[in-house]
């Protein structure tokens, strides 16, 4: 657990230096946000009833970018070597990894939730089955974000095959976090509790895919 601690830190303070997902990925998303009340201005019921969807997808775009941004710095400089060589336990690397991505996701996710709240005009009828949706949603994208990032990142199309292993892994888990946070904001929050407990074993299964194929794909990638 120290192992992973420290590698979450490492990643998190070379993320607080260079602040890309403030700086470049949070306004990225909020621009996203604006163009979806744009589109969908006219039908203010419309939007309203898609700001579940809206959210998620934005959310989606910055994991895309998060994670890639986290195996791009290590290829930039070789890092990556030195941390196959490093004896750190692949696992460890992997919950560090997963759990430096989740912070970032989490930073973002208050960002756009108030977005949606200004922009959609939505109010929130169940804060604590959003709270608990969003935690675990972040912890499936996270998870299943490392170990597909760890797979592309040796790859020179990494840019474009992320985005094409990731998604229909991850579908699942937008799907369901879509369904938890539409009953959140619309106040039906007993038909999200079911919805919650299957983000509960997308998010399990991910994590022990994880701790147990990060250490092949760290080898494999090198």
Known sequence: MRDAVVMAGKDLRIELRSRVATNQVAPFAVLV???FA??????????ARAAAG?????????????????FTVEASDGARDNLRLSGLDPAA????????I????????VILGTGVVLLYNRSLHGPVLLVVTCALATIGLSAAGTVY?????????????????????????????????????GG???DGWPWVRLLGVFAVIYMAFGVVAFGPLLEESS
Do not use: N
């Open 38 to 47: 744009f589109a969908l201005d006219p039908d203010r019921g419309v939007l």
């Open 188 to 190: 039906t929050t007993g």
């Open 102 to 109: 989740a912070a970032e996701l989490a930073l973002l996710e």
């Open 54 to 70: 809206l959210f998620w997808v934005a959310v989606l775009f910055c994991a895309l970018l998060a994670i890639q941004r986290a």
């Open 93 to 100: 690397i992997f919950l560090g990894k997963a759990g430096a």
């Open 149 to 185: 990032g760890a797979l592309a990142a040796g790859l020179r199309v990494r840019e474009t095959l992320l985005p094409l292993l990731l998604l229909p892994v991850v579908a699942p888990v937008l799907l369901a976090a879509t369904r938890a946070s539409e009953a959140a904001l």
């Open 33 to 35: 946000l604006i163009l």
